[in-house]
């Protein structure tokens, strides 16, 4: 089925250091959603983006929809250990309501 | 505020047999739609429930079988089980009726082995 094209697929970092991780799509999207996915469990809402150029915090997550629409970034500042997980970027096309996702990025930190 | 659950969490099926798996929206969501993550893979879209009717599907057979009932909870059948089904089944709901907002919150999934 049609992905998204994420990046990098995994990152191995020093706790305390920055993340940034993209995602890029040969079409358009009108929003974008950002998930961590722990083991076992279900993907979590980390972050939404409706607009282009909009750029978005939660806390240490920052996200932008890109001003082509086809593309997205995340970046985490000042990792802890507990942001290890698998991070998805997911968008939704005009009034279909199904999300098309990335194949995730693998984040591990060393402590 | 409950979010959204999901029944069983594990289930061992044979070859040739039929599953039946269930979801509880979050209070206050309509909708409900269902995923297939593959090990390794990110979820891919098999359909979406609102109003008790399928609005959407995805690229899956017509295996793939579902259901919403009037509180809004959805069941998720699949017949005639092959290896491949094999996956982390997740629901995830989200509030159509409320206009533009598209934010779907994912339940923990099923995770569903088939032998």
């Known amino acids: 089925g049609q992905q998204l094209n994420q990046s990098p697929q995994s990152m191995f970092i020093q706790e305390g250091e920055d993340v940034s991780m993209n995602c890029t799509s040969s079409s358009i999207f009108n929003t974008w959603l950002w998930y961590k996915q722990d083991p076992g469990e279900g993907p979590v809402l980390l972050i939404a983006l409706y607009k282009a150029g909009e750029l978005t915090s939660n806390g240490r997550l920052t996200a932008q929809f890109g001003i082509t629409r086809k593309d997205s970034f995340l970046n985490i500042s000042a990792s802890i250990p507990s942001d290890v997980g698998i991070y998805f970027c997911?968008?939704?096309?005009?009034?279909?309501?199904?999300?098309?996702f990335g194949q995730g990025t693998r984040l591990t930190i060393n402590p | 505020d409950a979010g959204v659950t999901q029944s069983p969490t594990h289930l061992i099926k044979t070859r040739g047999q039929q599953v039946t798996l269930r979801c509880s929206p979050k209070s206050g969501h309509d909708t409900v739609s269902w995923y297939q993550q593959a090990l390794g893979q990110g979820p891919q879209f098999i359909f979406q429930?609102?109003?008790?009717?399928?609005?959407q599907r995805g690229n899956f057979p017509d295996r793939f079988s579902g259901h919403q009932f009037p509180n809004y909870s959805s069941e998720l059948n699949v017949n005639a089980l092959l290896l491949g089904d094999s996956a982390l089944y997740l629901c995830?709901?989200?509030?159509?009726?409320?206009?533009?907002?598209?934010?779907?919150?994912f339940g923990p999934g099923t995770r569903l082995t088939v032998t």
């Open positions: 995830a709901s989200s509030l159509l009726a409320g206009g533009p907002v598209n934010e779907q919150y």
């Open positions: 997911a968008g939704l096309r005009g009034r279909a309501q199904k999300l098309v």
């Open positions: 429930y609102y109003e008790e009717e399928e609005r």
